[in-house]
Every structure is written in structure tokens, then in C-alpha cells.
């Protein structure tokens, strides 16, 4: 069988996975792309090898021709299109957020609950990444021991002048509020923000950059500093300290330069370039997950928890206080 993929939002992240799909990933084809900006679906289109464009997200859900939804719009609109998927008992693919609420978030998970099997996996890519599943495995077979914390950063080389002071938390913090829970196993209940002075290198309304702590049910205590300014690339570092020992995330393999007095290895400058590998992983396991009938990986769950969290922690940038996460029950459905 060959999934049928109908992609909404054919913008800078949409346009990789099309390219993923048409070139890397097996067992599945583009077959129908919408954007709101009709020349980039049209260019999308082309790229996909002649994929039909959709009037809208609606009706590519509603199309006979489309198996399963890749959805890679914009994060407000992310709500919408995966509630019309599931209406149309089809699996989806929502790239991070879930949605920008969580009040969105649970009405998801209420229809997939109705639907009563999962349909919806959430883009968390670094769950596919080889450093952070090396460093998932030895956490959970002990090899560290009991966790107690752990420090991270995340930084962009630059971020265009739409990014906010928000989206620190909402659109780039996600991921590691992601890995963090996922790493560890527990839920995190609580952010606060600490704004050291700014680099003079920000467009002048952002706080950049900023570091975010976090404490899980448990009691570990994380430590993330979120830079999307740093100028010299696109570092991400995770570290977890356990009783026993402690786990670094690897950096990209580059092949080591030696000359002009200096030993030195590239840094990837984008995040496509650090983790396109685990970008191929993760639409490859969605798509054999849609040919085998059962959804795998990230859930509306950790979809709903990550937006409950990246909340706290911009209430927590307005406050300057140790905010306490509001989430409710995990439902017996994503036990
Ligand atoms: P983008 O602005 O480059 O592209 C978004 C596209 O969606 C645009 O072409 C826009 O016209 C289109 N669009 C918006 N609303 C639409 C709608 N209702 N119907 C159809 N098309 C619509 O943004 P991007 O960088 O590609 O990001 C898209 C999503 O992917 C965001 O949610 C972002 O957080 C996520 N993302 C994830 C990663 C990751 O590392 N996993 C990286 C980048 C972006
Ligand atoms: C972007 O949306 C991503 O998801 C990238 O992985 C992240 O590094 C970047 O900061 C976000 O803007």
C-alpha cells in the first residue's frame, strides 16, 4: 500500500517534509498540497512530482484521494485541521504545537478519545534523534541512576522579526519541554524565567536570551537556556545528571579540521541541517505506523503538556515567579 499524503501549509518546515516523503521516506507519496498562498502550493505542487492543490484544509481532509494529513500551517491553525482529520477518521500528522491552547489541545484529545483509537502523532522530532534515544535508553535501563537535573540549551543562530518573547517558550522551549518529559518520564509542574541583559544582537522588542527552570512532579530541576540569537549557529545541549552518573547529548558528527594552528569541527547553522536525520526517522515511523493501522509516538497528550507548560512558562516571563503548571488528569485513553 502506498499512503495517499495530503500536506496543508506548504512553508519553509511543509516543503522539507514533501521533499522527505517525495525522496527518502518509502510506502508513501504527496498527493494533494493547500497553502493559503496559492504560489506556494503551486510551487509545492511541482516539487511533489504534479500533486492535485486543494482548495483549503478542509477540502483535502474531505478528498477521496488523500489517506492521511500532514499538517505544517502556522500553530493557530493547527486546531482546525487536525479536529477535521480526526472527524475524518484520518491518521495526522501535526508538526509542533499540537495547538497554541490548551483548551485546543483538550478538544482534541476529546474527539481522538471519541474516535476511540489514536489518530494523531505530534512533530517532537528530537524523540528520533540518535543522541536523545541513546540517552532515553540508558536513563530508563538505570544507567545513571535516579536523574536529579538537568541543563540544556537551545540556540538559534538568528531568528527573523516576527519571533516574540513569547515564542522562546511556545515555539522554540517546546521542544526541550518535550524531551525533558519524555527523557525523564515525569511531568513537569512548574517554570520560571530569568531575563539576564539582552544581546545587543535582537530585534529591539525581544528579551534574548533567557533561561527557563523548570521543576518535574519528581523534583528534578531543569535548567534551560534559550539563546535564538547566538550568531555562531544552531547548538542544542542536553545534559542529565543522575546519582550514578551523567548522559551528554552527543554533537553532530563533522569531520575534524586541523590547520592554521587550530583543530576545529563545523557547527550546523540551521535546525533541517542538526536534525534532518531524525526528521527522516520520524516521518518514515509515522508513515509505517499509518500502513500498519496503529499510531506511534508523540501523543495529543504530550502535545497537550508541552502547550500547558510553554503557558506557565510565558506567565512565568510575565510574572517573574515560579508559576505552577495547570494540566489535568492523563486519561486512562494515553496511559
Ligand atoms: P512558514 O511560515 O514557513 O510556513 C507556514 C505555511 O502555512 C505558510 O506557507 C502559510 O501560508 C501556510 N498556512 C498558514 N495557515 C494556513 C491554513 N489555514 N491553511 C493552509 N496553509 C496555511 O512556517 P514554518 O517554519 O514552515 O512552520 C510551520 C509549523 O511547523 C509551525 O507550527 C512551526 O512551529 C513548525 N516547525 C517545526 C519545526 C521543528 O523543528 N519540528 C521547525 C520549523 C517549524
Ligand atoms: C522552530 O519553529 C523550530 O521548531 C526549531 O526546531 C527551533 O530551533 C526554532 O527555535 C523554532 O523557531
Avoid at 535501563?141 to 516576527?162: D, E, Q, S, Y
Avoid at 520520524?282 to 508523540?298: F, I, N, R
Avoid at 507548560?309 to 489535568?328: K, Y
Amino acid at each position: 500500500m502506498t499512503v495517499r499524503i495530503g500536506v496543508i501549509g506548504t512553508g519553509a518546515i511543509g516543503r522539507e517534509h514533501i521533499e522527505r516523503v517525495t525522496r527518502r521516506v518509502s510506502g508513501a507519496r504527496i498527493g494533494v498540497v493547500t497553502d493559503i498562498d496559492a504560489a506556494s502550493a503551486e510551487k509545492a505542487a511541482a516539487e511533489a512530482g504534479g500533486a492535485r492543490i486543494a482548495a483549503d484544509g478542509a477540502e483535502l481532509i474531505g478528498s477521496g484521494d488523500v489517506d492521511a494529513v500532514l499538517v505544517t500551517s502556522w500553530g493557530p491553525s493547527h486546531a482546525e485541521h487536525v479536529l477535521g482529520a480526526i472527524a475524518a477518521g484520518k491518521p495526522v500528522f501535526c508538526e509542533k504545537p499540537l495547538a497554541t491552547t490548551a483548551a485546543d489541545c483538550l478538544a482534541i484529545m476529546a474527539a481522538e478519545e471519541a474516535f476511540g483509537r489514536r489518530l494523531v502523532q505530534v512533530g517532537f522530532m528530537r524523540r528520533y534523534d540518535k543522541g536523545y534515544g541513546e540517552m532515553k535508553r540508558i536513563i530508563d535501563a538505570g544507567g545513571i541512576g535516579r536523574p536529579l537535573m538537568m541543563h540544556c540549551a537551545h540556540r538559534n543562530r538568528a531568528v527573523p522579526p516576527g519571533y516574540t518573547t513569547e515564542m522562546a517558550a511556545q515555539d522554540s522551549g517546546v521542544h526541550e519541554i518535550d524531551a525533558a518529559r519524555w527523557l525523564l518520564s515525569e511531568e513537569i509542574v512548574s517554570a520560571q524565567v530569568v531575563m539576564p541583559r539582552s544581546t545587543s544582537r535582537r530585534h529591539p522588542h525581544l528579551k534574548d536570551p533567557q533561561f527557563i527552570l523548570f521543576e518535574t512532579e519528581g523534583g528534578v530541576r531543569i535548567d534551560l537556556e534559550v539563546f535564538v540569537n547566538c550568531q555562531y549557529g544552531y547548538d542544542i545541549q542536553c545534559e542529565t545528571v543522575g546519582e550514578e552518573g551523567l548522559l551528554r547529548l552527543p554533537d553532530p558528527a563533522h569531520v575534524e579540521l586541523r590547520g592554521s594552528a587550530r583543530v576545529g569541527t563545523a557547527i550546523d547553522q540551521e535546525w533541517d541541517d542538526r536534525f534532518s536525520a531524525a526528521f527522516d526517522t520520524e516521518l518514515q515511523a509515522w508513515v509505517d505506523s499509518v500502513t500498519a493501522g496503529t499510531a506511534t509516538g508523540p501523543t495529543a497528550w504530550d502535545g497537550y503538556a508541552a502547550t500547558a507548560v510553554a503557558a506557565a512558562t510565558v506567565e512565568a516571563q510575565r510574572t517573574g515567579g515560579v508559576v505552577e503548571v495547570e494540566m489535568v488528569e492523563r486519561p486512562a485513553f494515553y496511559a
